[in-house]
Each structure stands twice: as C-alpha cells, then as structure tokens.
C-alpha cells in the first residue's frame, strides 16, 4: 500500500499564491509519475501538472505559465506551487503516483486539499 499526505490548501484572493505539497510513503519500489489532478463542484476531475520520472513535465493549458510542479524522487515528494490564483482554480486538489511496489504497480491518492480563490 503507498499513502500520499497533502498539505498546503486554502483561502487565497485572486492574483495571490498558494504551494501544495504531498508525500508518498509506504511500499514504494519506484515512483514512475506524480502528479496533481483538481475537481470543482459539478465538473469531472482533471490533470493539473505531472512530473514524470523520464521525460517532461506536463501541464494543463490553463495553468501553464501560472503553477511549477516540482519532485524530489530522494524523498518521494511533490510540489505544485500556484501563482497569478484565478477564482476558476477553486477546486479540490488531488495528488497523484504511480509507480511499482514491491510484489505489484500502484496508483495512489491522496485525500484531497481545498483550494479556494475568492476575494
């Protein structure tokens, strides 16, 4: 089992920042994508930004320019951090592994963190 923790949500006014964080722990062999996926209330959930361990960040065409995603494969963590926040950001945040344990793949998610961009 892998457990991701996130931290780092909250109410911000627009054009502010905000940076999430997630941890994976647990029965991790390799970690092959993190990433961050939003839900807003009525719509489906989406990918935000990926780092993945071979290749190129990934974002959506409406953050690109706006949030950085960052991993330290050391520590298993990933990072989103958030800038030029827009009231359409408002959503919960999920992060996102895949990888492979030790007897099989996973992918993990967190519990969701509230975003909220509001004036």
């Known amino acids: 089992q892998v457990q991701l923790v996130e931290s780092g949500g909250g109410l911000v006014q627009p054009g502010g920042s905000l940076r999430l964080s997630c941890a994976a722990s647990?029965?991790?062999?390799?970690?092959?994508?993190m990433g961050w996926y939003r839900q807003a209330p009525g719509k489906q959930r989406e990918l935000v930004a990926a780092?993945?361990?071979?290749?190129?960040?990934a974002y959506a065409d409406s953050v690109k320019g706006r949030f950085t995603i960052s991993r330290d494969n050391a520590k298993n963590t990933v990072t989103l951090q958030m800038n030029s926040l827009k009231p359409e950001d408002t959503a919960v945040y999920y992060c996102?592994?895949?990888?492979?344990?030790?007897?099989?793949?996973?992918?993990?998610w967190g519990q969701g963190t509230q975003v909220t961009v509001s004036s």
């Open positions: 996102n592994a895949r990888g492979s344990g030790w007897l099989n793949g996973f992918n993990s």
């Open positions: 647990g029965n991790i062999v390799s970690i092959n994508v």
């Open positions: 780092s993945p361990s071979v290749g190129s960040t």
